[in-house]
């Protein structure tokens, strides 16, 4: 590098963003209004041990959906999330480290299915009542004393009729300063949770032949919470990663002619039945952006919101956005990838000719990114929204190319006709066609 050559500052390390975003008031208030995708992104760059002062801004509706992104961990790209119960005890952790108060309240505003699966993976709830009986039947047998000494060899606290017992130590002190505030500040949220606890204990000891083999299944609770989670971002737009990686295997499956033959698949017509109209600033902010971005331009903001996206963008957090071909004049030769900059051409043409297809298409293309984000590859890693998004543009380009080749028609009266998913499907399965493994092509 030249000495003349100014050197390009470095990002700020996360200690120094964090400071930069809580030292001016402004950006405090944009923290309110990030999207819950963004914000679990911060917090995860941050580390979530320092991100204390971050989650106490965090309103109720954030850390729902935070939650819903950050709690539910897969080992690789397609396949469907489990509930992380270590990762919700760091949580607690850190929520209590704000105060007890304000973590018991964030407790009792979230879905009740949630908090009942997070504190029964981490503790065995026994009725006071009918664990004094079982003692008394038993006597001192053997069965009686082994019971008696698992008793005592567990942390616990009684709580109006329960005794709350320990599973492990990870978060256990959190735990009974969350619940004993809870005790305190709504009694009856109290009663209500560790009464649903105490119902899942009885069954488990009963499944597992007895107290002292109860161990920590919770799998019928989870399964109807990770349903409720997979309604939940549905409806916001997110796809799940069986049906995205149901969705791609699919595209490949079929023939070109095959694709054009069935029209939309069944994935996603059960996705756009499921989508529930949303404000721009769902969970799905991010992947809409960037679609949009990839596609048409970038959108303008509010300062303050405007400021904080740059500053996340220079640490990292964000995703820059992708690269924005400029329309074309009539007559000029468009440079670079030539398939998606033809499909921007006809998608802005549609915004002129009719605004509402324009917009279905624009729906497509953020379902499309979401798919990708949700099941394919990326190396070993999953897409990136902002890569996701161009990726789905490039796709959609091969397949419009292919069908103006082969059917004779006007790219415009293409895209008009057939949706983006299906000029999606037809460009993945080419990539596949010539060897090459779609998600990776699309990367390039």
Request: net charge negative; with cysteine; glycine share 6%.
């Amino acid at each position: 590098m030249s000495a003349l050559t100014p050197r390009r500052p470095a990002p700020p390390s996360s200690r120094q963003l964090l400071t930069r975003v809580l030292d001016q008031p402004e950006l405090i208030t944009a923290v309110r209004g990030l999207p819950p995708r963004a914000l679990a992104r911060l917090i995860d760059h941050v580390g979530l041990d320092d991100a204390g002062e971050l989650i106490a801004l965090a309103t109720v509706d954030q850390l729902e959906q935070v939650f819903d992104e950050d709690l539910w961990r897969s080992s690789r790209p397609g396949q469907d999330e489990t509930f992380d119960a270590a990762r919700f005890a760091l949580w607690l952790e850190v929520m209590v480290e704000a105060g007890a108060a304000f973590a018991a309240r964030r407790l009792a505003a979230l879905p009740p299915d949630l908090v009942v699966l997070a504190l029964h993976h981490h503790a065995l709830v026994l009725d006071l009542d009918a664990l004094a009986l079982e003692m008394a039947e038993l006597g001192g047998s053997d069965d009686g004393d082994a019971i008696e000494k698992a008793l005592d060899d567990r942390p616990y606290v009684e709580l109006d009729a329960y005794r709350v017992i320990s599973r492990g130590h990870d978060g256990w002190d959190a735990l009974v300063a969350v619940l004993v505030e809870l005790d305190a500040v709504d009694h009856g949220a109290l009663e209500r949770l560790l009464e649903r606890c105490a119902a899942l204990t009885e069954r488990e000891v009963e499944d597992e032949g007895g107290l002292h083999a109860a161990l920590s299944a919770a799998d019928t609770l989870a399964t109807d919470v990770a349903a409720a989670r997979e309604d939940r971002r549905a409806h916001a737009g997110y796809v799940a990663p069986s049906a995205a990686t149901a969705f791609l295997r699919h595209a490949v499956a079929l023939d070109v002619d095959a694709v054009r033959r069935e029209g939309r698949d069944p994935t996603t017509r059960a996705y756009f039945r499921e989508l529930a109209p949303r404000p721009t600033t769902s969970a799905t902010t991010s992947a809409t952006s960037a679609a949009t971005t990839s596609a048409r331009g970038p959108a303008t903001a509010d300062a303050p919101a405007a400021r904080l996206a740059s500053l996340l963008t220079e640490a990292g957090v964000l995703d820059a956005p992708p690269a924005v071909t400029p329309r074309l004049a009539a007559g000029e030769t468009a440079a670079g990838d030539a398939p998606a900059d033809a499909f921007r051409e006809a998608l802005a043409a549609l915004a002129d000719r009719d605004p509402d297809l324009h917009h279905a298409r624009l729906s497509e293309l953020v379902y499309l990114a979401n798919v990708l984000v949700a099941g394919a590859d990326a190396g070993g890693r999953a897409f990136r929204p902002a890569e996701a998004a161009d990726a789905a543009v490039r796709a959609c380009g091969l397949g419009l190319a292919h069908l103006a080749r082969a059917t004779g028609d006007d790219a415009q009266a293409i895209l008009a006709r057939d949706g983006a998913d299906l000029l999606f499907r037809i460009g993945w399965r080419l990539l596949r066609e010539r060897g090459d493994e779609p998600a990776r092509a699309l990367l390039r």
